[in-house]
């Protein structure tokens, strides 16, 4: 043989050796085939004080990220120096661009990380959800408490599904919702961002919104979706005085009966990735620095895998808020003990560990822990082995024509019929009258919403006056309304029909930053003179349609007393105002429920439909008692009448379930849908026990004249409550069961539970 072939040769077996050699020193966490724990005990194991603790901070990417129109990245002040060891993650990149911007722009934001940190490490891209993703070009969903009114987890689950598939186009990665919160304050601004008053109302949408949010968790390595993080862990909408950041005082049986479970379902059965710790403390104890919170219930008893992640800064503010840390160094060690993963935000908190840990080398095993529970996530969202967008499919499947639908199906499926006295809805469909849109709620996209569905009628419209200043901190009431006020009502002589846009908006009910901003309130009446607008076009002996829009239950007295028919909405998806005029003019009929009791005035607080049966002794002075509408209420164009009521027995025991069963029956002359409300009363326990408490409903469509049978099974589990002794469990004694419309009307049944 030639000696330059021979040479070839050589080198040829010694290159495929090589190659041998380096596919055998492949690192094991980079093994798609490897199970997940193996993936990340092997990349910890790699890994340095400092990577670790970087695998444990989120920072927003207002500190210098920046992606421009065309979807060009570029780095600003001090992040690289952020992402020079990794990290676990970054909020909101991307956020003001359009959907194919923010794809491109995220693509080359995960690809610097993974290019310039030692071991490759991707970062988790993080936004949150309140109306569908929160960012620029997505499809735009109602609220939660919205959704809530629907009375339709299925409906939720499908519009989070949609909201984990846009995000994940976008190159997100995990949302900081939905929140678990149980909200019965309307005082608290956030009312809107939760599911409601009720645990078990809360509880379906929340687990409905998890798995739709994570494609039913498949969607997670299938790069379909994004991960979850159930917040605030716990009792955050129980906040004294309804103000963000007070107190939160809730009694041990209460926080297990009713704040607890759709946390608890978050994790056993939807399979949160996350969960977001409360700004408060509870009962004392800083959620942010209590063990018992954060590792004995959701991770020894729930079982929960996944990371606990701060609300913004919290760790920090143990210190220098809360006052339960003497420094922050100790503020970080409390929060690290008793179970916090992640830090969002801070520079003071976290950042301080590696010090930590030098002086306390035992302090790592926390380390490894944590930072292995934000690796698992990544390593469970497949992003270690396809980290990137396909910037193409985000151009076809951002805002989907079908998503676009879902949107109008779910704002017809949420407004409540409040008030229709005299049937004064629904207008008829050929109506070609004028019909005015007036008041300061009204959007600018109202009118042309409106003639889009009735190109017949003769609209005109006008705001009048909006309700603040509008601005975004601490906004103020307006005090010059009477020149609108004024345009308003002459507008209103010149109609056949009023129709006024009354209620709440953003700058009325909003999140009160930790810093130069307001969003809860001292009253829940409406702001600014609202009751006095509609008295004055009332009087003008026109017929008067009130679209109630709102993101806090509010005490409208005045509504009740002066509309010919209410319309609540919450606060509905950009196409709110196409769904109202259907319901006004009859094309779609109104099946949403009041997920929250409306109250007539502030002092009845607190005040929600499942409170103790002793609160119901007394009333108050000068006024008539109950609420103005109870919870679950809600009207319809058709007309449902319920009979035969029944059980399959009279006596239950632990063993076996039960069920009831009502006939519902359509006297109406158009077809609709009822929601039939399952409510149980216990009668005696050795505990006071609530008025009752909603444990199933059914949302069904009735045409005229049809009857439908409705059961329901009662199983043992569903009569469990927290007795004397805090044991979770059973009580013999005697049950009245509630089939209805709402939680105040419908047909009883009663039974025993004989516990052995």
């Known amino acids: 043989m030639k000696p330059y072939l021979l040479f070839i040769l050589i080198s040829l077996l010694a290159a495929c050796g ?7 020193d492949t690192p094991a966490y980079r093994n798609p085939e490897l199970e997940v724990e193996d993936r990340v005990s092997d990349l910890l194991a790699r890994m340095t004080v400092e990577e670790k603790v970087a695998q444990m901070r989120i920072f927003h990417a207002n500190k210098g990220i920046k ?15 952020r992402l020079r060891l990794g990290i676990a993650g970054i909020k909101n990149p991307g956020e003001h661009n359009d959907p194919v911007a923010a794809a491109k722009g995220n693509n080359a934001l995960q690809r610097y990380i993974i290019e310039h940190n030692r071991l490759g490490i991707p970062a988790l891209f993080i936004t949150e959800s309140y109306n569908g993703v929160d960012a620029a070009g997505c499809t735009k969903f109602g609220r939660p408490i919205t959704s809530a009114a629907s009375w339709d987890p299925e409906l939720t689950r499908r519009q989070w599904s949609v909201v984990g598939n846009e995000a ?9 919702s939905p929140e678990a919160d149980v909200v019965r304050d309307p005082r608290f601004g956030r009312m809107s961002e939760a599911f409601g008053e009720d645990t078990y109302l809360v509880t379906q949408n929340v687990v409905a919104a998890i798995k739709g949010v994570q494609g039913d968790y498949v969607g997670l390595g299938e790069g379909t979706h994004i991960g979850a993080v159930a917040k605030h862990f716990a009792g955050y909408g129980q906040v004294l005085g309804g103000t963000n950041f007070a107190a939160i005082e809730i009694s041990p049986r209460t926080l297990i009966d009713e704040i607890f479970p759709p946390f608890e379902a978050a994790v056993r059965e939807a399979r949160t990735l996350g969960v977001m710790a409360s700004h408060g403390d509870l009962n004392g104890v800083a959620s942010h620095a209590n063990p018992w919170l954060l590792t004995e219930v959701l991770r020894d008893e729930w079982g929960f895998t996944g990371y606990t992640v701060s609300d913004a800064n919290d760790i920090g503010r143990l210190h220098y808020f809360m006052g339960v840390a003497e420094t922050p160094e100790d503020a970080a060690l409390l929060a690290l003990k008793a179970g916090m993963d992640v830090d969002l935000y801070a520079d003071d908190a976290y950042a301080l560990l590696p010090e930590l840990v030098t002086a306390n080398p035992e302090l790592e095993a926390f380390l490894d822990r944590s930072a292995g529970r934000v690796l698992r996530t990544k390593f469970i969202l497949g992003l270690f082995d396809n980290p990137y967008v396909d910037v193409a499919e985000t151009e076809r499947r951002v805002r989907q024509a079908s998503s676009l639908a879902l949107a109008r199906e779910a704002d017809e499926a949420s407004i409540v019929l409040l008030k229709n006295e005299d049937k004064a809805l629904p207008l008829a469909a050929n109506f070609r009258g004028r019909v005015a849109l007036l008041g300061p709620i009204l959007r600018e996209t109202t009118l042309e919403q409106f003639e889009r569905i009735m190109p017949g009628v003769d609209f005109v419209a006008e705001q009048g006056f909006p309700l603040t200043d509008e601005q ?3 906004p103020k009431i307006n005090q010059d309304t009477e020149l609108g006020t004024r345009k308003l009502l002459s507008l209103a002589r010149g109609a056949d029909v009023n129709i006024l846009f009354l209620g709440g908006d953003e700058h009325t009910a909003k999140e009160g930053f930790f810093r130069n901003a307001l969003g809860d309130r001292a009253s829940i009446d409406p702001v600014g003179p609202q009751g006095e607008l509609l008295r004055r076009v009332k009087a003008l002996g026109k017929p008067t349609i009130v679209v109630y829009t709102h ?7 005045e509504f009740d007393e002066h ?3 209410i319309l609540d909405g919450w606060d509905l998806s950009e196409f709110g105002d196409e769904a109202m005029a259907k319901m006004i003019f009859g094309l779609a009929v109104p099946s949403g429920k009041c997920p929250a009791t409306v109250p007539r005035t502030i002092g009845q607080l607190p005040f929600h439909y499942s409170g103790k049966k002793i609160n119901e002794k007394k009333g108050y002075l000068f006024m008539e008692n109950g609420p103005l509408y109870p919870f679950g209420h809600g009207l319809s164009y058709a007309n449902f009448v319920y009979s035969n009521a029944r059980a399959n027995g009279t006596v239950m025991t632990p063993s076996e379930s039960f069920s009831v069963s009502v006939d519902v029956t359509n006297t109406g002359k158009v077809a609709g849908k009822e929601v039939i409300q399952l409510y149980l009363t216990d009668q005696i326990g050795s505990v006071t026990r609530p008025a009752k408490e909603l444990k199933g409903f059914e949302k069904i469509l009735l045409q005229p004249g049809e009857t439908r049978t409705v059961t329901f099974a009662i199983d043992p589990s569903m009569l469990e409550f927290t007795r004397l002794d805090m044991t979770k469990g059973l009580e013999t004694g005697d049950y009245t069961v509630l089939l209805g419309t709402s939680s105040v009307a419908g047909e009883t049944i009663e039974f025993r539970l004989e516990v052995e």
């Open 472 to 474: 975004r901190a601490v």
């Open 168 to 176: 994940r186009l976008r190159g997100m990665h995990m949302c900081h």
């Open 551 to 557: 993101r806090r239950t509010l005490s409208i007295n």
């Open 563 to 565: 509309a010919d028919a």
């Open 67 to 81: 992606i421009d129109s065309a979807g060009q990245l570029s780095l600003e002040g001090d992040t690289e120096e």
């Open 18 to 24: 090589e190659g041998d050699s380096m596919a055998d």
